[in-house]
């Protein structure tokens, strides 16, 4: 079984704090996302890496930076935490190969995040 | 512009009942079709992947259908249980870069 997992299910930090939220996976892909997911807007791309230190930006990157220094660890910083990035933050993996049709995505279990 | 859009919003049910999810999307040019599951506080879980050559595609209780002509795809729930109380989401994977388009879901509760 692919397994995603996130350093905390619950975060609470204050306004300006610098917050490292981390991704492992243990199966070896080589896509891993940042998704944030708030009420009645469904999931967003924050960023996404297809390789080791190689990072593109999603939808809404703004506020957000990632580091991705091994294969199996993708992590999202807020570098100054502001109130609306209160939310739930997913981390998901992408299988690949020669046929994309059916890459599978996996995800954590998701952080949520509140900023007082 | 590439978009995904679920109906209803938000529905209930009661136990035993089936129950039918739309999803219609504009994703252009299109690889395949997702349904997913998200339990309250838990990441999504994948349920059916259809391509576009699939007209339908069974898990369990749960059977999707893709019409890839008229980009509408439905989730049909036969039978429903307390646990399928969730939201569920239909994600569409485009061909450029295997980009994926979320819809914001449909909040299903099933009632005893």
């Known amino acids: 079984d692919v397994k995603v997992t996130q350093s905390s299910r619950y975060l609470v930090k204050r306004t300006g704090e610098k917050v490292f939220l981390e991704c492992v996976q243990d199966m070896d892909h080589e896509n891993m996302f940042w998704y944030r997911q708030d009420p009645g807007l469904g999931l967003r791309l924050i960023y996404f890496s297809y390789d080791v230190k190689m990072k593109e930006k999603g939808d809404i990157p703004e506020g957000y930076s990632v580091s991705r220094e091994k294969k199996e660890r993708f992590s999202l910083i807020l570098e100054s935490a502001s109130t609306n990035q209160t939310s739930m933050y997913l981390c998901?993996?992408?299988?690949?190969?020669?046929?994309?049709?059916?890459?599978?995505?996996?995800f954590g279990p998701g952080t949520r995040l509140t900023v007082l | 512009k590439n978009q995904v859009e679920q109906s209803p919003q938000s529905l209930i049910i009661l136990e035993g009942k089936n129950c039918t999810l739309q999803c219609n999307y504009t994703v252009s040019p299109f690889s395949n079709l997702r349904w997913y599951k998200q339990d309250t506080g838990r990441g999504p879980v994948s349920l059916t992947i259809?391509?576009?050559?699939?007209n339908t595609k069974s898990n369990g209780r749960y059977t999707a259908t893709l019409d890839a002509d008229t980009k509408q795809s439905s989730l049909h729930i036969t039978a429903s249980q307390l646990s399928d109380s969730a939201s569920y989401i239909c994600v569409v994977v485009g061909s450029t870069l295997g980009r994926l388009y979320f819809g914001r879901g449909t909040q299903l509760t099933v009632w005893p």
């Open positions: 998901a993996t992408l299988t690949s190969g020669s046929s994309s049709s059916y890459n599978e995505q996996f």
């Open positions: 259809m391509t576009f050559s699939e």
